[in-house]
């Protein structure tokens, strides 16, 4: 007759033995090791949160350009006082300038990533490669940190709304001059507006040396 001591350290014991068995994997040399099944999850999780992020970065930052330009749009059809349309022409300036320098930021962030990282998955040329770094040329390791398709069109696009609304801001301010309707809170206006799309502009211009391989280094 079995006790219920006994049945309950049998219970107890087979328990533990079904844990030994889900952890733990018998190796070849009789040892047993350990699964980590959480970290794979985990970080493809991750991975796809930030990818999710980016690319609801990338389209906040358009759909700001699009705005602008519908409006740069509405004031050239149309015929406004040269005070409205200076500060408009301010206003439209400084929102691009900031939205490209967040386009960029975010492209930037993007390249470096890609270059410190040639084994992910990377976007050369606008063409996505999940290559590894062993089985690829090393012209194609080093060209891997390359604006996709997308970002070099909306950041030619940014650059060529940035020009128009300088232009737009440019020439109210000279009606207002020939008027003598000149105030100095339009030229105060204008010029933190043109700043920021000068900053702009350069940070833009600054993405370029991603996009070049860099000559070898000789030593004499």
């Known amino acids: 007759m079995i006790s219920i001591e006994s049945a309950s350290a049998s219970r107890l014991e087979a328990r533990k033995t079904d844990r030994v068995q889900t952890q733990g994997l018998k190796t070849g040399g009789g040892e047993v090791a350990v699964h980590a099944t959480g970290s794979e999850p985990d970080h493809n999780l991750l991975s796809g949160l930030e990818e999710a992020l980016t690319e609801t970065r990338r389209k906040i930052a358009e759909d700001r350009l699009d705005r602008a330009k519908e409006e740069m749009r509405i004031l050239r059809q149309f015929s406004v006082s040269p005070a409205f349309l200076a500060q408009r022409a301010a206003a439209i300036g400084k929102e691009l300038g900031n939205a490209a320098t967040d386009y960029t930021e975010l492209v930037r962030d993007s390249m470096e ?11 050369t040329n606008g063409i996505v490669s999940s290559e590894l770094p062993s089985t690829a040329s090393p012209v194609e390791n080093a060209s891997i940190a ?9 950041l030619d696009t940014f650059r ?18 020939r008027e003598n309707d000149l105030q100095a809170t339009d030229e105060r206006t204008a010029g933190s507006s043109r700043e920021v799309m000068q900053s702009a502009l350069h940070a833009m211009d600054n993405l370029n040396p991603l996009n070049v391989l860099r000559a070898p280094a000789f030593h004499i």
Not at 146 to 154: C, N, P
Not at 165 to 176: F, G, I, P, Q, V
């Open 113 to 123: 990533t890609a270059q410190r990282d040639p084994g992910s998955t990377a976007v």
């Open 146 to 154: 390359t604006l996709t398709e997308r970002d070099q069109d909306t």
């Open 160 to 177: 060529s709304a940035i020009y128009q609304a300088w232009a737009l801001l440019d020439l109210s301010l000279e009606d207002l001059i």
